[in-house]
């Protein structure tokens, strides 16, 4: 069985088999969808659904990306203990178009107070550098992000390692006005990450939505 049937198949057994779930949707819009400091679309609807129940979640989401749809499977559970938290998860990304093959990666993440740390380790379908690496064959990657965050203000430093290479800065602020999510981010990223030679800055307005489904 190929891992993304057995990702969504674990989805469907997680909301079945647990009683007092809470279930969520959202829609949102980017005015520059950007995704680990990687740009995706200049512009991007997006739309998903989630479960939770007892830390354990599992829910889908997918982003218009120009040339199709990315869409998400993932699953997990996250729990806190006074000041620290913890995760472990899964996430599948893929694509209905032409515009990236598919990525998986086991999600690790820990947090105590205004600061977090997030590590994706995963494999990559593609290839990420076309002049060294073989067309075709699987890459491994792995991702960190370390973020401080208060009352909305966020300030977030990540990258990447193995097969894949660069870095990015983010910073921005998150409100909600008359249940509204509305977001403000500035980002700068190196030139690894950037579809041109030089380092990119952008700046990113998001505004999103949530309902309680249950």
Do not use: C, H
Not at 40 to 67: H, K, L, R
Not at 102 to 130: C, K, P, R
Not at 149 to 158: D, H, I, M, R, S
């Amino acid at each position: 069985m190929n891992s993304r049937k057995t990702a969504f198949i674990a989805i469907a057994l997680l909301s079945s088999g647990i009683a007092n779930a809470q279930w969520s949707a959202n829609i949102g819009w980017a005015s520059d969808y950007y995704f680990r400091g990687i740009l995706q679309s200049p512009t991007s609807p997006s739309g998903g659904i989630d479960y939770e129940s007892n830390g354990f979640y599992a829910g889908t989401w997918a982003a218009d990306v120009y040339d199709g749809l990315e869409v998400d499977g993932y699953f997990g559970y996250g729990g806190e203990s006074g000041d620290f938290s913890y995760g472990i998860g899964y996430t599948g990304y893929f694509y209905t178009g032409d515009f990236d093959e598919t990525y998986q990666e086991i999600n690790l993440s820990a947090g105590f107070g205004i600061l977090s740390v997030d590590v994706a380790v995963g494999e990559y379908d593609g290839d990420f550098v076309d002049d060294d690496i073989k067309a075709g064959k699987q890459q491994d990657y792995i991702y960190y992000a370390l973020t401080v965050e208060k009352n909305g203000f966020y300030g977030k430093v990540a990258g990447f390692g193995q097969d894949a290479e660069g870095s990015y800065f983010e910073a921005g602020y998150g409100t909600t006005v008359a249940d509204i999510d509305l977001g403000l981010s500035l980002l700068i990223a190196d030139k690894d990450l950037s579809i041109t030679d030089d380092t990119n800055e952008t700046l990113i307005f998001t505004i999103g939505k949530s309902f309680d489904l249950n």
